[in-house]
């Protein structure tokens, strides 16, 4: 058992949330913007204090490597410090700082591993500015091409390649370079199973499929008043009906069908004009790749349907589709055992969420270690998981890590 300092982690966690930080205890650092430049200059600094060799890669990505004895492939850990709008402070940043409470510990208890060990943090894990989502480890696994990644733009037209530029994080180290022995991320559920069960350590086997699709609706404005409904082309409806049959349609195929339509915007958006415009999104989740495109393909008939009955045109674009991931099952199998040989109660689950460990498993055996949100809240201000669980998420991870680096 390698011990760790469970204050020091809380209070690199109270550090880092201290930057961008937005009302009501929340974060606000949106990939690649000043605030997301000084978090990952607070991280960066932290690697460096722990002596580990700091490199950043070409999209960004920051991995700190600790030797090991022998010259072989690391194990590595991390997630991402970027968050939504109104995010938490412990989504991402949990296990990015975890792994490096586990660096400290190795330092302290004076072991040098046989193999290095690598704590990672990923570009644009949250997708919240720039699409697709886990850009950073989409990267560096191979999944899309440097180009396309600096191309992609946020609503302001700004493109990632300049952004990483502008905050000196454009690196010279080619992505995927250093190929790891094995990843494990650690995270909290951002879900409420574990907290209502009562369950301490999710041991995540996969992680659902994901659709994201942004529709463009164009239409004809009119007046509200004067204009019979019969003669309308209101791009608003056919918006709103998507929401309404997303909803219906996720209900009515049950399991683990999640549907949602989280960005809407109408035009001229006033309240006695018929809308011309609607751009809105739709995502859709499942774990078995079968039923999300069997959503997806009914998503899509129901707009085909309405648009033709409203006389609108639509344009859809895809923003990001990732298939179902499964979990390396012998690296499962050894989150579970240090989970119980530390008497701790264990579930084993999907991820709702995509996370960058999805994206790794393409090129490594790949686990994950989820610890409990109260009340399932996240991408929220509110977003809390207790002391006592973060400390025992990163316990688990620490012997894990230091089983994994002894191989």
């Excluded at 390649?161 to 995927?176: K, M, N, Q």
């Excluded at 529709?215 to 929401?243: E, F, I, K, Q």
């Excluded at 393409?362 to 809240?377: D, E, H, K, Q």
């Amino acid at each position: 058992m390698l011990p760790l300092n469970d204050r020091r982690l809380l209070g690199a966690l109270d550090e880092l949330a201290g930057i961008g930080a937005i009302e009501g205890g929340g974060c606000a650092r949106l990939a690649l913007t000043d605030e997301d430049r000084l978090g990952r200059d607070l991280v960066v600094g932290w690697m460096k204090d722990l002596g580990l060799d700091v490199r950043v890669d070409a999209i960004g990505n920051v991995i700190g490597l600790r030797a090991g004895r022998e010259n072989l492939a690391p194990i590595m850990t991390g997630s991402h410090i970027d968050t939504v709008r109104t995010g938490g402070r412990y989504d991402g940043n949990y296990g990015v700082l975890a792994g490096l409470e586990v660096v400290r510990a190795l330092n302290e208890a004076k072991i040098t591993t046989r193999r290095p060990v690598a704590v990672a943090f990923f570009t644009n894990e949250e997708g919240a500015r720039f699409q697709p989502d886990m850009m950073g480890s989409l990267v560096y696994v191979g999944g899309i091409g440097l180009n396309e990644a600096y191309a992609a733009s946020d609503k302001e037209g700004v493109s990632v390649g300049d952004e990483l530029r502008r905050i000196g994080y454009l690196g010279a180290a080619r992505p995927g370079a250093l190929r790891p022995h094995a990843f494990v991320e650690l995270h909290i559920e951002q879900g409420p199973i574990l907290d209502e069960e009562k369950v301490q350590i999710g041991v995540v086997e996969s992680v659902q499929g994901i659709s994201w699709t942004e529709y463009t609706v164009t239409g004809v404005s009119n007046h509200a008043g004067t204009t019979p409904m019969r003669l309308r082309r209101d791009a608003g409806y056919l918006a709103a009906s998507v929401n309404v049959f997303a909803r219906r349609l996720a209900l009515e195929m049950g399991g683990n069908q999640v549907a949602t339509v989280g960005s809407l915007a109408l035009r001229p958006n006033l309240i006695n004009v018929v809308p011309n415009r609607a751009v809105f999104t739709v995502d859709l989740r499942n774990t078995d790749e079968a039923k999300l495109k069997q959503a997806e393909t009914r998503v899509a008939a129901h707009i085909a349907e309405v648009a033709t009955a409203e006389r609108v045109e639509v344009v859809a674009k895809v923003l990001a589709r990732f298939e179902p991931v499964i979990f390396d099952a012998g690296l499962v199998d050894r989150v579970e055992h240090h989970a119980r040989a530390l008497s701790l109660s264990t579930r084993r689950m999907p991820s709702g969420a995509g996370h960058d460990a999805q994206m790794m498993q393409r090129m490594c055996p790949t686990a994950m270690i989820f610890v409990p949100s109260v009340a399932g809240l996240s991408h929220n201000v509110k977003e809390h998981t207790e002391a006592a669980d973060l400390a025992a998420g990163a316990q688990v991870l620490a012997n894990l890590m230091l089983e994994l680096a002894e191989k």
